[in-house]
Nanobody, 125 residues
Framework: QVQLVESGGGLVQAGGSLRLSCAAS????????MGWFRQAPGKERDFVAA??????????ADSDFVKGRFTISRDNGKNTVYLQMNSLKPEDTAVYYC????????????????WGQGTQVTVSS
């Protein structure tokens, strides 16, 4: 069993930065690939980024909204995964969720076993 708690969301102006954190309980955090997803009001949950259990492999959404602006990382010693978000845009406004799964990272939300409660990110223009 893994429990995930996100933090670091908030209100930021366009062009600003935020770093989201996801703290995991349990001693087997390093066994799990981790992912970040986001969901805007009235829209589906979208994949943002994922990272392998070791941190050696990272994956990002293909669309331009992520490329070059978001960076996923993890610290297995702290049982925490991060999402650094730079050059934020109003369209980045959403609830951001972290998720965990055994095996490799994937963009498929349905393949993740554990989810956090989400943290709200609001970007003002």
């Amino acid at each position: 069993q893994v429990q995930l708690v996100e933090s670091g969301g908030g209100l930021v102006q366009a062009g600003g930065s935020l770093r989201l954190s996801c703290a995991a309980s349990g001693r087997t955090f390093s066994s799990y690939a981790m992912g970040w997803f986001r969901q805007a009001p009235g829209k589906e949950r979208d994949f943002v980024a994922a990272i392998s259990w070791s941190g050696g492999s990272t994956y990002y959404a293909d669309s331009d909204f992520v490329k070059g602006r978001f960076t996923i990382s993890r610290d297995n010693g702290k049982n925490t995964v991060y999402l650094q978000m730079n050059s934020l845009k109003p369209e980045d406004t959403a609830v951001y969720y972290c998720a965990a799964r055994r095996g490799s990272g994937t963009s498929a939300a349905g393949h993740y076993d554990y989810w956090g409660q989400g943290t709200q990110v609001t970007v003002s223009s």
